[in-house]
C-alpha cells in the first residue's frame, strides 16, 4: 500500500516535470486532442517554462533527461519508435543527452575494491579521475602495470534501488495510460515499459556489456577500418569492465576533427559501411552510434564504444532488408514488394502488384536528386509509414535498425555534408546478395533445410511409440474416440512426420 502511494506521488512529480517542458500534452498536437485534453493542456502550459524548445520530441527528453536513468532510457526506446511517434517527434528526441556529474572517486574505487578483490593501486599503476559520467555509470583512464592504458567503467553505487523506484512508477503511468487513454495502447504502453526495463537490467549488468563488446569486435573484424576496444575479462565484473583505452578524436568534436586532418569524407563512408557491414554480414551492430561513443585515430580508424546497446538481426530479416536496399537501389519495386511478402511481413490476402506500387510512390521521388537531399533513413521510415495501409507488422530489431540508420546518416552528414549513403551502402549490399543468394547461399540453405528434415526425422520413433500408446488405451476402453481426447492433433503430427521422413531420406539419397 506504502508502496503504491509513493509510486503514485513520484508519479505525479513526474507529470509536473513534463509539464513544465510542455511535454504531457504538447500544443503542436492540440487539435488532435479531446476537447477535455485541450483545456488540460492549455492548463498545465500555464506552468511551463518560457525558454523551451520548438520540437515537441527535444522539449520531451530535457525533461526525461531532469527525471533520472529509467525516464531517460524510456526515452532512448521511444526514439526508436518513429514508426508511432512521427518523424519530427523521434528527431528530436534522439537528441536526449545521459549526462550526470560524477560520483565521488572514493565511492568508485571502494566499487572496483570490492568487485575486484584488491586496492586500485594495487591493480592499477594509474588511476585518474572520471573523464565520462552518465545515469548509470562512469569511465576513468587507468594505467596497467605493463604500462597500457585501459578504460575503467563503473557501475552508480545505489543505482539498481533508483531504478527499481523508478520502473514501478513507469509501470503505474503505463496501466493508467491504457485504462484512461485507449489511443495509447498502439504504443502498448506495459509490454513498453517491460522493455525499458529489461534493457536497464542488461546496462546495469558490466558483464552483459563485456560480451556484447567482444561480438561486435569480431563483426567488426569484417569491416575496413572499423574497431571495437579490445575487453580486459580478468578485471571485468558486474559492476566493473576494462576495456583498451583508445586514443581518437570525438566525432562529437568537429573542431578537433577538422584540426586532425582525418579525411572527413573517408570517414563518413567508413561509418555507413561499419555498419550496414556489421549488420548484414555478421547479424549485429552497435545500437547506439552517436558522435560521442564514435571516435577517429590518427590513421582514419573508426572506433566505437559504450557497446551496452546491441541491435540483432536474423538472418531471414538481413535477406529481407538487403532484398529491399537491392530494390529501392536498382528501381526493381517488383523484387522489393515479393521480399516483403515472402518474409511474411504483409499478409497474403494484399496485392504484391499493389505493395509494389507503394514502394514505387516512396522511392521514385528520389532519383535525380542530390544525395543530401534523400536521407536513406527518410526512405526507411517513410517505408515504414505505409505499414498501416497493408497490415503490415515490423518486428523490433527492424525498427531498432531504422534508428540507428538515422542516428549514422545524421553523423556521416556532420562528417560530410554531400555524403550519399545510398553510395556508401552499395558494395555492402551487392557483395551480401552475391554470396547469400549465389551458389554458396543456395548450398547453406540446403544443408539448412536438411539439417530440419533430419531432426523431424529423429522424432518420428517417439511418434509412433506415442500413436501406439493411444491404440492400445483404446483397445483397453481407456480412451474413448466421443469424449475422450481429440485424436486429430496426433494424427496430423504423424502426417507431418512421416512426411518429413520421407523427404529427409530422399534428401539423404540426393547428396548421397
Known amino acids: 500500500m506504502i508502496s503504491s502511494l509513493l509510486s503514485f506521488l513520484r508519479l505525479i512529480r513526474a507529470v509536473f516535470v513534463l509539464a513544465r517542458h510542455d511535454a504531457v500534452l ?48 524510456f526515452g532512448q526506446v521511444l526514439a526508436t519508435r ?48 572520471a573523464v565520462a559520467a552518465a545515469s548509470i555509470a562512469q569511465v576513468h583512464k587507468a594505467r596497467l602495470a605493463d604500462g597500457r592504458w585501459v578504460a575503467v567503467k563503473i557501475v552508480r553505487p545505489g543505482i539498481a534501488d533508483r531504478i ?30 517491460e522493455t525499458v526495463a529489461r534493457s536497464l537490467q542488461l546496462e546495469t549488468d558490466l558483464r552483459l556489456e563485456a560480451a556484447a563488446g567482444s561480438e561486435l569486435s569480431e563483426a567488426a573484424s569484417a569491416v575496413a577500418h572499423y574497431r571495437i576496444p579490445s575487453v580486459e575479462w580478468p578485471l571485468s565484473t558486474k559492476s566493473v569492465l576494462t576495456t583498451q583505452w583508445i586514443d581518437g578524436v570525438a566525432l562529437s568534436n568537429g573542431d578537433a576533427l577538422r584540426d586532425s586532418g582525418i579525411d572527413r569524407k573517408a570517414l563518413a563512408t567508413t561509418l555507413t559501411r561499419a555498419f550496414l557491414g556489421t ?30 546497446i546491441m541491435g540483432r538481426i536474423g538472418r531471414a530479416e538481413r535477406r529481407f532488408l538487403a532484398l529491399i536496399l537491392h530494390g529501392f537501389l536498382t528501381r526493381n519495386y517488383k523484387a522489393a514488394a515479393e521480399a516483403h511478402f515472402a518474409a511474411g ?13 507503394a514502394l514505387r510512390a516512396v522511392g521514385e521521388p528520389i532519383f535525380g536528386k542530390n544525395a543530401d537531399e534523400v536521407p536513406m533513413s527518410r526512405v526507411l521510415l517513410q517505408l515504414f509509414e505505409i505499414t498501416d495501409l497493408f497490415d503490415m507488422r515490423l518486428r523490433p530489431e527492424l525498427v531498432m535498425l531504422q534508428k540507428t540508420m538515422v542516428q549514422c546518416e545524421g553523423v556521416a552528414r556532420s562528417l560530410d555534408p554531400q555524403h550519399d549513403m545510398w553510395g556508401a551502402s552499395a558494395p555492402v549490399v551487392e557483395e551480401w546478395m552475391k554470396r547469400e543468394l549465389g551458389p554458396e547461399g543456395r548450398a547453406r540453405d540446403f544443408a539448412e533445410d536438411v539439417s530440419r528434415l533430419y531432426g523431424a526425422a529423429r522424432k518420428l520413433p517417439d511418434a509412433i511409440e506415442d500413436w501406439a500408446e493411444v491404440g492400445r488405451k483404446l483397445k483397453a ?34 547428396l548421397g
Open 345 to 357: 511481413y504483409v499478409p497474403a490476402n494484399h496485392s504484391v502488384d499493389d505493395f509494389a506500387s
Open 279 to 308: 549488420a548484414l554480414h555478421r547479424g549485429v551492430f552497435h545500437a547506439d552510434m552517436h558522435a560521442g561513443n564514435l571516435f577517429a585515430s590518427e590513421d582514419g580508424t573508426l572506433w566505437a564504444v559504450d557497446f551496452g
Open 164 to 193: 527499481a523506484k523508478d520502473i514501478r512508477t513507469l509501470s503505474l503511468g503505463a496501466a493508467l495510460a491504457e485504462r484512461f487513454a485507449p489511443a495509447s495502447k498502439r504504443l502498448e504502453p506495459k509490454l513498453f515499459v
Open 26 to 73: 504538447p500544443q503542436e498536437y492540440q487539435s488532435m486532442h479531446p476537447p477535455l485534453a485541450r483545456v488540460l493542456g492549455r492548463v498545465s502550459r500555464l506552468f511551463a517554462i518560457r525558454d523551451r524548445a520548438d520540437n515537441p520530441g527535444e522539449r520531451l527528453a530535457r525533461a526525461l533527461e531532469k527525471l533520472g536513468p529509467s525516464y531517460v532510457k
Open 477 to 510: 476402453g481407456e480412451l474413448k474416440l466421443g469424449g475422450g481426447p481429440r485424436l486429430r492433433p496426433w494424427f496430423l503430427r504423424l502426417a507431418w512426420l512421416a512426411g518429413a521422413a520421407a523427404a529427409g531420406a530422399a534428401a539423404m539419397a540426393m
Open 82 to 129: 518513429g514508426d508511432l511517434i512521427g518523424e519530427r517527434f523521434a528527431r528530436g528526441l534522439a537528441r536526449l543527452q545521459d549526462k550526470m556529474p560524477a560520483f565521488d572517486e572514493d565511492e568508485a574505487r571502494a566499487v572496483i575494491n570490492r568487485e575486484l578483490g584488491a586496492p586500485v593501486d594495487e591493480i592499477f599503476e594509474d588511476f585518474g579521475p
